[in-house]
C-alpha cells in the first residue's frame, strides 16, 4: 500500500459543517438539478411546458430559406489569404482600465471568435485573464450602444459634427476655457498625444482622469516616499520570503496575468531547488492573494497599519510593540517577521491598492530597511499618464467652471464616489459629451451620447504595467459605428478634418518605428524594448521618514471597497459570461452580497441570505449577507458593479449599488458603520454547494521535505476490465493541472465558454443546479472558520479510462475512441441522464432548456463554428477540446508529418495565466504532460475509484514549516 | 349454448391478422422509401439558382480543373465557391451581353454576392473535411457524381450516415491513386479489391475500428 497523505479536513462553506437538513437532502437527490421536474408540475407550468414542446416540435420542421434550401454566398473578390472557416489569427491586446494585456484574436469568416494569449509578449507571455477572455462576447454584446443618441433620441455622427463644430470652434476663441476632458486612466501613446493635441488647440482645457478601481494610494505612496510616482515592481525570483499587507497581486486587475506568471514561475522553481518562496499574507477581506498564502491571517483595516508598524520594528530590532492583535494576527507577525529579518536582501513586502497612502509608505520603509530595494523591489514609471482628479473636477462644477465636458470611455453618474455628487452638478455644466460603449447612467445626463468602438474593432496602442507598448488592430469593422477614444479626441480638437485611428497610430510612431519594424510589431503585437527602465530611489531617504501616525482604532462596523471579481467596477455588467463566472471565493452569480465574517454574523443573530442595510455615514445600502470564512471581525466587504438603473443593460437593478456608500476621501473603507436587520431573508444565487464530492482527499498538500503525497494508485490497482480489448492508434490524450500554480482566477473556465460555444443559463437555473460550466473551479476551505487555508481544484471531465458513463449510457451517446477521449455525440443522446447519474466527479451538464438557441443573434456571431451547438436534451461535458485535436490529426495525416510534440492546446491551459494546465500525448514519454505525471506529486482525484482518470493532478507545495493540516474527522 | 364463432371466422381472424401485419409493413417500407427519396433528400433535382450555371459546359465540354473555381479542396475543410472574380476572368471577355450572365455583371458591378442554393448539405453536428479526403484518395465523383455530365447541378447523394459509414469501414473499395482524383469519370477497375489494399497501405489509411470513432466526424 502506497503511504496515505495527510488527509486535509475539507469543508466548503459555512452552511456545510452546519449540516443543514435541507442541504443534506438536496445533495442525496440523485438528480438536484432535476428535483423540480419530479415534484410535477402544477397545471399552468404542465400547460406551458406542452404549449412550448409544440411550439418547438413545429420548429424542427422549419428550414433556413423559404425554400427549404439554406444559401451559400461567395464574396465578389476573395480578400487575400481569406478562406472560408480558415482560422486567422492577430496579435493585438485586451484593456482593463487602460492597461494593456498582449493576445491573439483568432478570427473565422472575418469574425473574432476567440481570445488566445501571446506566447511573445514580454509581459503576458502567453497569460490571459477573464477580462480578455470574455472581450469577444462584449463585442457582440446586443446591449451596446449601437448609435449617436442626442439627448435621448437616436442621431448620426454627421449631426454630432455639425453640433459640435461651431461650439468647439467657439470654445478654440477662448483658449479652451471652460473645457474639462475627463477619461478613465490612459496609457496609451497614442491617446495621450491626441490629448496633447487637443490640449495645444485648447490650452486651458484640463484634464481629468477617473477610474472607479484607481491606482491613486499606490501612487501617493511612492510620492510619500520618494516624492515621485513610481510603479512598484518586483523581482519574486530573487526573493525567498514575500509579505503581503493586504496585497492584491493576484487578485484580478492590470497586474494579474504578469504578475501572478512572475509569482507561480519563482515559486516552482524555489520548489524544484527545495527552497519554496513563501507568501505571508494578511487580509482584511479575503482575495486571491491571500488565498494562495501560506501563512495568512485576517486583521482589521486599522490593524495594517499598526502592524506595518510592527514589523517595521520588529525587523529594526528595536522590539516588537505590542498590536493589541488577535492570536492568529500575533503568531502570524511573529513568523512574518522572523522570516524578513532571514531573508534581508532577498524579501519583499506588499501592499494592495486598497491600502492608504501610510501603509504604502511604510512598506516601502520596510523594504528599504531590510535591504530589499534595488534587489527585489524595483521601481519604474507608471504606466498611466497623470491628470487631474475627479475630485477636482466635481468642485470646478459645483463653482459653475466648467462650460463643456467631455466623458470618454467612462461613467461617473454610475462610479463616482456618492461624497462628490457627481450627477447634482453635472446638471450645471453647459455642454455635455459622452462617449462610451454603453448607453449608460452618465449618457442619460448627457447632451451627447456617442457610441465607442470596442478595442477589438478599432487601431490603438496601450502600456501593460511594465511599460511595454501592446498595439491594438481592428479584427472587425466597427459593428455600430463606433470610433476609438483617439479618433473622438481628433474630432474634437479639429471638428473640420477628424483622423482614422491607424493614421493617428501610425503618425505616432512615425519617427521611432520605420516601416519594416512596424510591419514586425503588428505581426507580434507590441513594440519590443519599449518596457520602462529601473528608475533609482533614494533608498536612505524612506528608511529615515519619520512613521506615519496611526489612525485611531475606530468604533463600529469598516465598510470595505472591493471591485468584483467578475464585473470589476461594473463596466462588464453587461457581459453574461462573467456575470455567470462563479466568483473564486464566494461561487456567487449574477449578484453581489455583503461579506461578514463568521464571528460578526454570530454576534449579531445574522445568517447567509438575510437582507441586512449598512448604513454609514447617513447613506444605506440593502442586500444579503455573504458569511465569508477568514474575513476580518468587524468589517463589511461591499463589491461595486452591482445595482446599475441603466435600462439598456443585460441584468439592471441586481445586486445593491456600493458606490453608494463611498467617499472621494477615503476610497476603499469607511469607518463607523451599522448593520440592522430587515428580517427578510433571501436565497442567494451560488454554484457552491452544486456538485460537492464530500469526505475525500481531494486536495492534497506536498510540504517540502515531507515524504511525497503522490501516488500510483490509481494505475496499478488491479481492476475486472480486459486491457487486452484496449485498443489505441498510439495516441492517449491527457491533462495534468498543477494545484500549486492554480491561483482561481476563472480564466480557464471562461476560456472554456467562449472556445465551447457553452450556453449561459441565468440566475434561476444556477440556483436550480443547470449551470453548464464545462470546467469548475472548486474552492474548498480547511481549518478554523475564522482563518481557513484556501484551495483551489479546476475539475474539467477526467476522461476516465474506464469511464463509468459510458456503461450507464443507454444509447452509446458517450463512447470511447482511439486516442482515450471519453466522447459525448449530441446527436445520439436521448437525454437519460444517466451518464450523469453514473459519473463520479459531477463533470456532466445537461441542457434542461434550449439555452442557446435563445441567445440574441448578435451574439451567436460568437460562436465557435468548429462545436456543435446543443440543443435541449442533451447532454455535454468537456471535450479536451476534442476539435483542436481533429484539426492537428487532419494536418497531421494529410501531410504525413507526426503532430508536433505539444502543438495541441487546450482552450483552458492556454489561457491559463499561470500555466498550471498541462496537456498532451501521454504515449509520448518526452511530452510536457508525460513529465507532470511523473511528478512526485502527482495524484488522481478519487483514485480509488480506480476509474483511471485522464485528468490528474499535482499537490500543492507548502513550506516545511508551515502548521500541519488538522487531522481528518 | 349456441357457437360465438361461425366456421368463417377463423378465416376472418387471419385475414385480419395479414392485412394488420402487412399494412403495418407496408407502411414502414413506404415511410423507409419516401425518407430516402429525392423527395425528401432533394437529391437529384436541379434547385433554381441565380445563373443556370453548367458544370457540363464547363467542366465536361471545356474541361476546366474543378480546381480552377473550388481553389480550397485540396486545403480546407470546404472545397468552396468562386468569387464572382473568378467567373468573370472569362466572361469579361467571351458572352459578355449575355442576358443570362447578367447577375454576375451585376454582382460585381454593385459588390454584391451571388446567393447561391446549396445543395449538399450535412447536419450541423457533422464536421466534413475536404481536404483530407481528397489527400487520402477519395475523387470527387465518389460523393457528388458525374458533375461534368449535369447541365443543371443537383445533388447525388443525401449523406445519410450509412453512406459515410459505408465508405468508412471498407475505404478500399472506394480509393483511387491521386492522379485519377479529379477524374469525374472514374468507375471502380475490375481489380479494385487488390488495387484498393495496395493503396490503403499507401496512403496509411487507418483500420476501420479507427476511422468509426464517433469523433473522426462528431465534435
Known sequence: MPPRPELLRLWRGLDDPAHDPALRRFLRAEFPAAAALAEGPDRRSFLRLMAASLALAGLTGCDDAEDGHAQEVPYVRQPERMMPGRLMRFASATLLDGFANGVTVHTRNGRPLKIEGNDAHPWSRGGTDIFAQASVLGLYDPYRSQSVCSFDRISDWQAFGAAVTGWFAALREGRGAGLRLLTGPLTSPTTLAAVAAMRAAYPEMHWHSHAAVGRAALREGTVQAFGRRLETRWRFDRARVVVSLDGDFLDPGPQQVGVARDWIAARQAGARNGMLPSLHAVATAPGLTSARADFHAPARPDAIMTLADGLIADVSGTGGSDDGGSDALAEWRRRAAAALRGARGASIVLAGVAQPPSVQVAVHRLNAMLGNLGRTVFFTEPAEAEAESLASLTGAMARGEVGTLVMLDVNPAYDAPADLDFTEHLAKVRLRIHAGLYADETARRCDWHIPLAHPLESWGDARSLDGTVSLLQPTIAPLYGGRSVAEILSLLTAPQAPRGGHDLLRAHWQESVDEAAWHEALLGGFLPGTSFAEEPVAAQQVAAAPAAPRPPRAAGLHVLFRPDPGIWDGSFASNAWLQEMPRPLTKLVWENALSVAPALAAREEIAQGDVVVLEADGRRVTGPVWIMPGQADDTVVVTLGYGRTALDLLAPETGYDAYVLRTAVSPWQIAGAALQRTGRRVELATAQFHNTMEGHDFVRVQRIGASPVGDTAAWTAPHFYDESKKESDGRAWGMVIDLDACIGCNACAVACQAENNVAVVGREEVMAGREMHWLRIDRYFAGPAQNPDTHFQPVPCMHCEDAPCEVGCPVEATLHDHEGLNLMVYNRCVGTRACSGYCPYKVRRFNYYDYSAAAPPSEQQQRNPEVTVRARGVMEKCTYCVQRIAAARIVSDRTGAPIPLDSVRTACQNACPTRAIHFGDLARGDSDVAAARRDPRHYALLGELNVRPRTTYLAKWAPPDAAPPPPAG | ?219
Open chain 2, 1 to 219: 349454448m349456441e357457437q360465438l364463432f361461425k366456421p368463417g371466422a377463423d378465416a376472418i381472424f387471419r385475414l385480419v391478422l395479414f392485412i394488420v401485419i402487412f399494412s403495418a409493413a407496408a407502411a414502414l417500407a413506404v415511410a423507409a422509401a419516401l425518407s430516402g427519396s429525392a423527395f425528401v433528400t432533394g437529391t437529384t433535382i436541379a434547385a433554381r439558382q441565380p445563373v443556370p450555371f453548367s458544370h457540363k459546359h464547363h467542366a465536361g465540354e471545356l474541361g476546366i480543373d474543378c480546381r480552377y473555381c473550388h481553389t480550397t479542396v485540396e486545403t480546407e475543410a470546404t472545397a468552396g465557391l468562386p468569387p464572382t472574380y473568378t467567373c468573370m476572368t472569362c466572361h469579361s471577355q467571351i458572352w459578355t451581353g449575355s442576358p443570362m450572365l447578367a447577375p454576375v455583371r451585376d454582382s460585381l458591378a454593385r459588390n454584391q454576392p451571388l446567393h447561391w442554393t446549396r445543395l449538399n448539405r450535412l447536419p450541423d453536428y457533422v464536421y466534413f473535411d475536404h481536404a483530407i479526403h481528397i489527400a487520402k484518395g477519395i475523387g470527387c465523383s465518389s460523393c457528388h457524381g458525374q458533375v461534368q455530365e449535369m447541365q443543371l447541378t443537383y445533388a447525388v447523394q443525401s449523406f445519410t450516415m450509412g453512406f459515410c459509414l459505408d465508405c468508412h469501414r471498407a475505404p478500399q473499395n472506394n480509393i483511387r491513386p491521386q492522379d485519377e482524383i479529379f477524374d469525374m469519370a472514374w468507375t471502380p477497375p475490375a481489380d479494385q479489391a487488390e488495387r484498393g489494399r495496395a493503396l490503403l497501405a499507401h496512403y496509411h489509411i487507418r483500420p476501420p475500428a479507427e476511422l468509426t470513432d464517433c469523433s473522426i466526424c462528431h465534435r
